[in-house]
């Protein structure tokens, strides 16, 4: 079966980096024919979305939430079959647990917004606290 796993969380003082991994086991043929997303959850807040790149089979999206653009970067290493999320001028309102999913090429990420509904496949999470 499919698996996600995240990794690379951990305390960092404000205006400080971190990069996230997210490592795709089991996803055939290989990352080309998904798209990957980034969500975060907040306590006592909904989880949001804070974004998405789909670069294979044609596609070429790269999509961030407004609250993280210029400050985070997805990437991807296609032949360890991982995607990270590096984070720079982490801010307090950054702390969350943050997770990455996978839907199919075509699905969930799309030019200028990300649908949390059509990612099958979720990790387990990563936390990441912003506190000096």
């Not at 998405?52 to 991807?76: E, H, I, P």
């Amino acid at each position: 079966q499919e698996q996600l796993v995240e990794s690379g969380g951990g305390l960092v003082q404000p205006g400080g980096s971190l990069r996230l991994s997210c490592s795709a086991s089991r996803f055939t043929p290989d990352l080309d024919y998904w798209a990957i997303g980034w969500f975060r959850q907040a306590p006592g807040k909904e989880r949001e979305g804070v974004g998405c790149m789909s670069v294979g089979v044609g596609r070429g999206y790269l999509y961030y939430v407004d609250s993280v653009k210029g400050r985070f970067t997805a990437s991807r290493d296609k032949g360890e079959n991982r995607v990270f999320l590096t984070m720079n001028n982490l801010k307090s309102e950054d702390t969350a647990v943050y997770y990455c999913a996978a839907a199919p090429a075509g699905y969930g990420c799309y030019e200028g917004s990300l649908a949390p509904a059509e990612f099958d496949y979720w990790g387990q999470g990563t936390q990441v606290t912003v506190s000096s």
